[in-house]
């Protein structure tokens, strides 16, 4: 059960700094370039994976919950 914990506790650092790096790119494209489109596409995916990694948390939660 620990184990779990742990694995899960750095799989969730692991995609948090993720989108840190690209919250960051996203910033760099906007105030260096004139193509939202980029900006738009990258906007995009960031809030594919943070919803990807809302789930997963809730996934882990779930499997804390049910092993107990």
Do not use: G, P
């Amino acid at each position: 059960m620990l184990l779990l914990a742990a694995a899960s506790s750095s799989i969730l650092s692991v995609r948090s700094k993720q989108l840190n790096c690209v919250s960051s790119q996203i910033y760099r494209l906007y105030t260096h370039t004139d193509t939202h489109i980029f900006l738009f596409l990258r906007t995009e995916w960031f809030n594919h994976e943070s919803k990807s990694t809302d789930r997963f948390t809730k996934q882990i939660r779930h499997e804390k919950h049910v092993s107990r």
